[in-house]
């Protein structure tokens, strides 16, 4: 469950308009915002730690890593096939030098390759380079989503899960561009936390991306439906 509603804003070019509508037990306030938000972003006061095997079920060889990984193959890996992470939070790609597909991992065990994307309703086969989310913080997290690219059109303010942005009144299947106030996001293609995973940090890109194509390199299409806070 999600603890706060999405405030979906409109542009107004005159004086600020408010208007609160209800819709079941769903209230949405509509009203105009600055497009400059304060960006507050804090790093993560600990330390990574992330052991990785070249067998599922952690098996075979093994490693441990405390910070970023551009190619497990310099380290006599094929790819990981399973992996702990002890501490922190992380992401990983598909390919070597974070390229491909991304995927959050937080603490926790994930036994076979399947499980590094959840509930991704694609298969994943490889995961070559990580890194950790140095600014993920599941209690301080705000992000800012625009209709269209560069900033423009309708507006949310979020700051806590979504299963499904059009159910929490998002106006379409889409997300043209975004600025993160700090934390880190994941967004995903589908409701349900389902499809491709794009990782939002308050660090990367200043906290703005402004066109889909800054939401990863796997990224061809601007289709959010869901958002969820990173948990260190």
């Known amino acids: ?21 209800s819709v079941a037990s769903l209230q949405l306030s509509c009203f105009f915002l600055p497009d400059k938000m304060t960006h507050h972003c804090t790093k ?19 490693h441990e890593f405390t910070s970023e990984c551009c190619n497990v193959m310099e380290f006599g ?8 992470v ?6 990983g790609y598909e390919h070597a030098s974070y390229q491909g597909q991304q995927f959050v991992l937080e603490r926790g065990e994930y036994p076979q390759c399947d499980a590094f994307g959840g509930s991704n309703a694609y298969h994943i086969e490889r ?15 705000r992000m800012t989503i625009y209709e269209r690219e560069n900033f423009l059109g309708r507006k949310g303010e979020l700051s806590d899960d979504y299963p499904s942005l059009q159910a929490m009144g998002w106006c379409n299947n889409e997300v043209g561009s975004l600025r993160i106030q700090s934390g880190a996001f994941v967004c995903y293609q589908y409701p349900g936390y389902r499809g491709y995973q794009y990782i939002m940090e308050c660090d990367r890109h200043c906290g703005e991306y402004k066109h889909f194509r800054e939401f990863g390199s796997h990224c061809q299409t601007p289709q959010i439906q869901s958002i969820r806070r990173i948990q260190q």
Request: glycine fraction near 4%.
């Open 86 to 91: 002890e501490s922190g939070a992380w992401v």
């Open 77 to 84: 890996f094929e790819t990981v096939r399973s992996l702990r």
């Open 1 to 21: 469950m999600f603890n706060q509603p999405l405030m979906v804003c409109a542009q107004s070019l005159s004086r600020p308009l408010v208007t609160v509508i």
């Open 127 to 141: 995961l070559t380079s990580f890194r950790p989310i140095a600014c993920a913080n599941h209690r301080e997290c």
């Open 44 to 62: 993560f006061s600990g330390h990574w730690k992330i052991i990785v095997f070249d067998e599922e079920c952690f098996q075979g060889r093994r």
